[in-house]
């Protein structure tokens, strides 16, 4: 492992409910420090098409031009399947390749697509955690875990687990952990990041609704929507999601702001599910450049070409909690 990936991990911190004994040596700080915090968010891109790689070419212009730290990689990081083992050439072809003129780390989470085509092959993922060490950006500790810079503090769950309660980490043992997490928080800014959109009008749609079915909680995500008002509402400043390909700012619901960046790759034909939005686009494929100084944050949505769509400012208000 290099050094720089060294300095990747000392500032990650699993959660104290997970089993796994990845990273349990890392020292906890407190960070008060407020400052500038720069980051890209895209999700859906692992096809290692042309597309792919144009965003990326966008993404290293954004980077020139206005700095980044880091990126939140939203899941489906392999189509269609995930990867087999730490060997498939997948991590080449639809990672390392397309994302070599970046040069800062990746902060992965799980998408259904890397669970295998079903959704129901749990141990599909484990790869993609064991390849942390192996490579130089990408860094998927752990199936949620979280990571501290500056004053923001991420919060990467898994969405999967949380919908299909698997042995992994469901829905009761995630929310524990992000609420002992979020409570223990010394950073003005919490966002929460995975893979299922709270609030969506593309073709997945909304969780309790997903595909416009009610009434069958694993189809439907009735467990990602309970998730979600009972842990991330009111207690994250930001949700970011992925799933349908599409760039989406939706209003500001339950004390939260949701934002939907799926179209690392590809894009879908938009379908209204009822949400309110503030701003939407699927014509082609992009991605969100974020940036956070002090209690502003600016999140702008840029398509494949490096044009700028759309942009938004959130300023933080304190809770009635801190």
């Not at 994302?99 to 484990?126: A, C, I, K, R, T």
């Not at 919060?155 to 980490?169: F, V």
């Not at 309110?276 to 974020?290: C, I, K, R």
Request: overall charge negative; proline content about 3%.
């Amino acid at each position: 492992m290099n050094m720089g990936k060294v300095k990747v991990l000392a500032g990650l911190l699993l959660c104290a409910c997970s089993d796994d004994t990845v990273g349990q040596n890392i020292l906890q700080q407190d960070w008060v420090e407020k400052g500038a915090v720069r980051f890209l968010v895209l999700g859906d891109a692992g096809e290692g098409n042309e597309s792919q790689y144009q965003v990326a070419d966008a993404m290293a212009s954004v980077c020139d031009q206005w700095g980044c730290d880091f990126a939140l990689y939203l899941g489906d990081n392999f189509y269609d399947v995930g990867v087999e083992n730490i060997d498939d050439e997948q991590f080449e072809s639809k990672f390392e390749q397309p994302y070599s003129g970046l040069d800062f780390p990746f902060y992965v989470v799980l998408g259904n697509h890397d669970y295998g085509l079903l959704g129901n092959e749990w141990s599909q993922p484990s790869p993609q955690v064991a390849y942390t060490d192996r490579s130089a950006k990408w860094v998927l500790p752990d199936r949620y875990y979280r990571h501290v810079h500056q004053h923001v503090t991420l919060y990467g769950l898994d969405s999967n687990a949380i919908m299909w309660d698997t042995e992994w980490g469901g829905a009761d043992e995630q929310l524990r952990c992000l609420g002992e997490a979020r409570d223990g928080s010394t950073t003005s800014w919490n966002i929460a990041y995975a893979h299922h959109p709270y609030l969506s009008n593309g073709s997945h749609g909304n969780a309790g609704a997903y595909e416009g079915i009610e009434g069958i909680p694993v189809i439907s995500g009735e467990t990602m929507k309970d998730f979600v008002e009972d842990g991330v509402c009111g207690d994250m400043d930001v949700f970011f999601a992925a799933h349908d390909h599409q760039l989406e700012w939706l209003e500001p619901t339950c004390g939260t702001e949701f934002v939907v960046s799926g179209a690392g790759s590809k894009t879908r034909s938009m379908v209204d599910r009822g949400a309110a939005s503030l701003f939407v686009y699927d014509e082609t494929p992009g991605f969100l450049w974020v940036e956070i100084v002090d209690d502003i944050l600016v999140g702008v949505f840029y398509d494949q070409d490096g044009v700028a769509l759309y942009e938004r400012e959130v300023v933080r208000m304190a809770k009635a909690s801190e």
